[in-house]
């Protein structure tokens, strides 16, 4: 039946999530296990090797770009990253797919971290201490996600309405001026904010460049050759001819047949590169199967 494909059931579609629950109990569990460890290792010693810092990565702790993302300064602060992985995590998964989304999510973390430490360098006694937290992967999914859907609408603080470009907008300035005009807080967590302005920036670049690089990679010779010469060739010679070809494909085959043909190689597709590697001629037939279950 045409209605139990997942892509025609939006609920069921917007729900394949595992990646990014998997984000969130990740960091969870390494909160979990990082405060454990605080019991029975010295916790400057952890820090020393797992938080990011110039001086570790000056002794070769590369592995901090990653470890980094990791740990939490508190729950609030672990429970904040995974409330933003989540909400705009989901979205950006189903564009994207679970490769790209991950990749995204880790990239704009490792970048986030080369900012963070490049401010390290260069105002040592301002930003030169070690930093905690995914905040700069988190950041990338709200570049990723106002950049997929800028029209969407969120709520700021769970009150103000806000459009999801103007977020991000809100978000870099912010950003900016935290590195600009640091704040001198002695009591409180530093605001890792190039941090922050590194992953929006990695979260923007993925996918408005790298992430069309992903998707055509392991087929890059085939995949542009062909589509050229299907535009210049059948629309400018014969458009009327292909238009009735089209009709005349989607009259003749049996719903059965017309799934199984035309849209379970579509639906597969999807699963396995995100919805945007679609060709327009395939989001067409999709739609065209949407209408057929409306009618029926």
């Not at 209605?3 to 394949?16: A, N, P, V």
């Not at 937290?133 to 609408?153: E, K, W």
């Not at 769970?158 to 900016?176: D, G, M, N, S, T």
Request: net charge positive.
């Amino acid at each position: 039946m045409l209605e139990d494909r997942f892509y025609m059931r939006r609920g069921s579609f917007g729900t394949r999530q595992s990646a990014t629950i998997l984000l969130v109990l990740v960091n969870a569990i390494a909160f979990l296990l990082q405060n454990v460890l605080y019991h029975y290792v010295p916790r400057s010693t952890i820090d020393w090797y797992s938080a990011l810092s110039v001086d570790g990565l000056k002794h070769g702790f590369v592995w901090q770009l990653l470890s980094f993302q990791l740990m939490h300064a508190s729950l609030w602060h672990v429970a904040g990253n995974c409330y933003a992985i989540y909400l705009f995590g989901r979205d950006v998964e189903v564009a994207l797919g679970a490769k790209s989304f991950l990749t995204l999510y880790f990239s704009s973390g490792v970048v986030g971290g080369f900012f963070q430490a490049l401010t390290g360098v260069l105002l040592p006694n301002v930003f030169g201490g070690a930093v905690v937290g995914a905040s700069a992967g988190a950041f990338g999914l709200v570049a990723a996600y106002a950049l997929l859907y800028p029209d969407r609408v969120l709520l700021l603080f769970f009150i103000l309405p806000i459009r999801a470009k103007y977020l991000l907008l809100l978000e870099a300035v912010l950003a900016i001026l935290g590195i600009t005009f640091p704040a001198n807080n002695e009591l409180g967590p530093k605001v890792a904010h190039a941090a922050h302005l590194g992953g929006m920036l990695a979260g923007f670049a993925f996918v408005r460049y790298a992430v069309h690089w992903h998707f055509q990679w392991p087929q890059l010779p085939r995949a542009r050759r062909a589509p050229v010469r299907r535009l210049v060739k059948v629309p400018a010679q014969k458009p009327s001819i292909w238009a009735r070809d089209k009709e005349v494909v989607e009259e003749e085959l049996p719903p059965d047949e017309f799934l199984s043909k035309e849209v379970d190689p579509i639906l597969d597709k999807i699963s396995a590169k995100g919805i945007q590697s679609l060709t327009e001629r395939e989001r067409q037939i999709l739609e065209t199967a949407r209408t057929k279950m409306r009618k029926r």
